[in-house]
């Protein structure tokens, strides 16, 4: 099983159904409350997704976007989290490499996209 995990600033509702639903297929996810946990699925390739979000990661104003599956709509978190910038129009971040649940990552930089382009920058 792989997986994307990227960092949505300020998720409007509504605003990941509105973006995946033109990268996946038979995507069954309610977006409509952004306060809560929220879970779904999709197809991509033949492969079922399990797709999650979950607010106030990282500080109360970033949700974050879990994609599961064997077959992923992009290859990498950065391509996941370019698509999300140009459809959602909001700051999204992401981790550069291969993070694994229970490294520290006080002092790793992640991607940051928005208006000023790509940088790699530290979290805080």
């Known amino acids: 099983m792989q997986d994307l995990e ?4 300020d998720l409007k509702a509504g605003a990941v159904c509105r ?13 409509s409350d952004v306060s809560r946990v929220m879970k779904g699925t999709a197809g991509f390739g033949g492969s079922h997704l399990n797709i999650t979000l979950y607010p106030q990661a990282f500080g ?7 994609i599961e599956g064997e077959q992923l709509p992009w290859n990498s978190d950065l391509e996941c989290a370019r698509s999300a910038w140009r459809e959602l129009d909001t700051e999204i971040r992401c981790s550069p490499g291969e993070w ?7 002092n ?3 991607w940051r996209l928005d208006s000023r382009g790509e940088q790699l920058v530290v979290w805080n």
Request: negative net charge.
């Open 6 to 9: 990227i960092y949505i600033r």
């Open 19 to 31: 973006w995946l639903e033109s990268q996946v297929e038979q995507l069954t996810l309610d977006d």
């Open 60 to 66: 109360k104003r970033y949700t974050s976007l879990i």
């Open 100 to 106: 694994k649940e229970g490294e520290p990552v006080d």
């Open 108 to 110: 790793e930089k992640w």
